[in-house]
């Protein structure tokens, strides 16, 4: 089996989050930097070139293909925030028809600019989100 080609590195995460040259999404970054942590009760930790995780599980698929992920995390894109993780609660669809501007796709939560959503909301996705993986997911 390939190896998974996101995995962590030792980028400092609050370093790589400060260089953002724009403005708005280096302070979006920055937010989203201490709320996941707050909720996960982990560091950042950098996966790969451009997202932010925090924590970690071990997954195995039906295939046999296995590895290690971060169960919330988030990339701060060109053209809109990549959040992961926070989807994976099935009763998240309540939360999110309250969110605000918002795209879902297939893992990922797409947000423009955090002012286009409800913060307290965002907080409850990503508290659920964490704890979902965390026990309902990828623990025996």
Not at 55 to 65: A, E, I, K, L, N
Not at 101 to 122: E, F, S
């Amino acid at each position: 089996m390939p190896e998974a080609k996101t995995r962590p590195t030792d980028v400092n995460a609050r370093d790589f989050i400060e260089a953002i040259n724009h403005p708005v999404r280096r302070a979006d970054g920055l937010l989203l930097l201490d709320m996941m942590q707050e909720a996960s009760g982990h560091p950042p930790v950098m996966w790969g070139p451009s997202i932010v995780g925090f924590g970690t599980y071990h997954y195995r698929y039906p295939t046999g293909r296995e590895g290690d992920a971060a169960p919330i995390g988030f990339s701060p894109r060109k053209s809109s925030l990549s959040l992961y993780g926070l989807t994976a609660d099935p009763a998240s669809g309540d939360l999110l028809a309250r969110l605000g501007k918002h795209r879902v796709g297939a893992a990922c939560l797409y947000v423009n600019t955090l002012a286009d959503v409800d913060l307290g909301i965002l907080r409850q996705l990503t508290e659920a989100g964490y704890r979902h993986v965390m026990s309902e997911i990828h623990q025996p």
